[in-house]
């Protein structure tokens, strides 16, 4: 099974056991990615219109309240990340302190991940401090580049286009294993020089988990290929 089915498959599933914020984020996920595959993208567009039927007749409700939200980002990772996806639409200005709160109480990493992001969308201008496995990172959001115009993420993804092409499931196994780095990295940013290391250690690791020790061969071999052309330019 490739890649796009296998997501396919989980966003399906979590439909089908009204786990519908956990299949909210896969398809944000996913669709948020500079590339996707014509047939892909119009199964997630299907799948959005399924989810939003689902939740409709399950009497899902559109907009919980504030209050209620930021209820959930002290609750279990579950309920965190479900908060956290649902924030990300708010007006985040209106409840930093909150926010702050969460963040500098070791939350559960995805969910911080989607509120540093949204925070750096929305441009808010306040310091934060983000506390993850004892470790405190300070920053202002709106001196963060959203991940999707990251300029080293995108250089990233485009040195994975130039190493594995050729094997579409290792190439979409790697894109998914970097986007997932690229937020758990936050909230540092990938800068130019960093995309080399971030693209092989992706790649490398998406042919560890298929066991693809072709694929594994062939992105040494272009990698080394690739590495030796920039040093001749240089």
Known sequence: MGYYEEIVSEIRTAIDEHRYEDARFLLKRELSMPYIPEDAEAEFHE???????????GHEPEEAPLAVLLGMLKG??????????RLQERNLRSCTS???EFLNCNPFPEAAALLIEALAEQEVGEEFVYTRDGIEYTFWPDAITPITRSPGFLEALSLLEQWVSRNPSLLETAKSLLV??????????????????????AAAEAADLLGDRAGRSELAK????WKERKRSCA
């Open 76 to 85: 279990k990772p579950e309920a965190q990340l479900a908060a956290a996806y």
């Open 47 to 57: 799948l959005e219109k399924d989810l939003r039927y689902a939740s409709e007749e």
């Open 98 to 100: 909150e926010i702050q």
């Open 180 to 201: 997932h780095e690229a937020y758990m990295n936050l909230p540092l940013s990938y800068e130019k020089e960093d995309a080399e290391q971030a693209a092989y250690q």
């Open 222 to 225: 272009n990698y080394e290929a």
